[in-house]
Nanobody, 120 residues
Framework: VQLQASGGGLVQAGNSLRLSCAAS????????MAWFRQAPGREREFVAA????????YYADSVRGRFTISRGSANDTVYLRTNSVKPEDTAVYYC??????????????WGQGTLVTVSS
């Protein structure tokens, strides 16, 4: 199974981007898919997550109300809509998936990352 993140790019502050994460290979069985990000010189941080069952969502305080995570109609795609972006949102964004039910702990699969650069 491979996760492919896409949709990053250069965006002006206040505008929007939609990031996509698509799974390929054998059918992916997952309970949680999430987005993380890593800014230059900083540790990777959690951004948002969604559960397969019932699709409840979870967000970091820094993005709640601005970002939206959602599932595609197929079970193998997850999106992150980033509205009202700020320069501090600049980072490489990674998607990840896990089989375990807990939001904590390690993720089983990771995508390669897509760079989002927000200009002021």
């Amino acid at each position: 199974v491979q996760l492919q993140a896409s949709g990053g790019g250069l965006v002006q502050a206040g505008n929007s981007l939609r990031l996509s994460c698509a799974a390929s290979g054998r059918p992916l069985s997952w309970n949680i898919m999430a987005w993380f990000r890593q800014a230059p010189g900083r540790e990777r941080e959690f951004v948002a997550a969604i559960r397969w069952r019932g699709s409840p969502t979870y967000y970091a305080d820094s993005v709640r109300g601005r970002f939206t995570i959602s599932r595609g109609s197929a079970n193998d795609t997850v999106y992150l809509r980033t509205n009202s972006v700020k320069p501090e949102d600049t980072a490489v964004y990674y998607c990840a998936a896990k089989v375990a039910m807990s939001l904590n702990g390690e993720y089983d699969y990771w995508g390669q990352g897509t760079l989002v650069t927000v200009s002021s």
